[in-house]
């Protein structure tokens, strides 16, 4: 099998890679290693920049999003028992964010792309790229339990931060950047209406926590928890007592979460990690499989769109014009972006969170920076424009 661009992942960033391709008249296949059930169910992030959703719109996959999705106008800080709004429109003309699951995503790309586009093989397991650096890589795979390869002209790795198209970047041409944090995620769903309209960040002495939404009647809520937890130590009323305890008001004392049933429970480590260049000969690495970023920003769905979004305007601009200037600078692009949001995610981390070797002097640095955004304009622009996304830039950029 021939094709012009591979592309390895079926998760958001290679289905909307061959969503893009598809509408600029460019082939391409995606191989997923694992079942369309799966894909479809892996929960992850929540949140929409603006310019996802726009791209996802002009895509044409929108509709659902666009019933389905929540408009959000801002979050709220909690610190000190205390809190304060962030209103995103005012602070940057306009912009706001969406709550609609990353799975939601997932199921419409996918169907999209089985409706019209290029073929989109699940179970297609890819054991690596060779040819790299010639004008014909060349994708191995086992699909149905036989060995295949796919010659591409360009080969695009959104297979995530476990997989395999990294590697075909030489270990001599790749750098590495990365962080851990000291301390990790404990998610759950619930069968809870959401505690607020909005997310509320909290900052407190028993560490962070986080409140989101999947809809009127689901909550996502997270807790800070040790690296190593055991999700089976943490029984729901536990975790409902937790998050009762860190969203404290004291203006508001009786205040309490609303409790349901717990339908889903899961640790999450919080790292940091970079790989630069995300290119090398015809290979391009794009989303988590170039980097990652802590969830306390919610970048990392954003940032992989983003990826897809400057490398699909690349292939259109070769295929229209016949010059590769545009995927000659995609690294660059990119990386000025991914660094940006790095910054962010760290700085939203270690703003919000308790490291357990903290001393008090940091969290008063934390409390004066959290403070910082509740008085000042500027600092409050400074995350509203974070959070709701950089602009993309003109088309041809
Ligand atoms: C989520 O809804 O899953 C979510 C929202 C905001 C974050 C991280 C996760 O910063």
Known sequence: MHTTVGIIGGGPSGLLLARLLHNAGIDSVVLESRDRAYVEQRQRAGILEQATVDVLRDAGAGERLDREGMPHDGIELRYGRRAHRVDFPALTGGRRVWVYAQTEVVKDLVALQLADGGPLLFEAEVHGVEGADTDRPVIRYTHEGREQTLTCDYVVGCDGFHGVARNAVPEGVRTTYERTYPYSWLGILADAPPVYEELIYAHSERGFALASMRSESVSRLYLQVPNGTDPADWPDERIWDELDARFALDANPEWRLKRGTVTSKAVLPMRSHVTEPMRYGRVFLAGD??????????????????????????FAHLKDTGSADLLDAYSDTCLRRVWRAEHFSYFMTTTLHADPEQSPFETKLQLSQLDRVATSEHAAAELAENYTGLPLGPANG
Do not use: F, S
């Open 289 to 314: 499989a170039a980097h990652i970023v802590p969830p306390t920003g919610a970048k990392g769905l954003n940032l992989a769109a983003a990826d897809v979004i400057v490398l699909a305007r690349a």
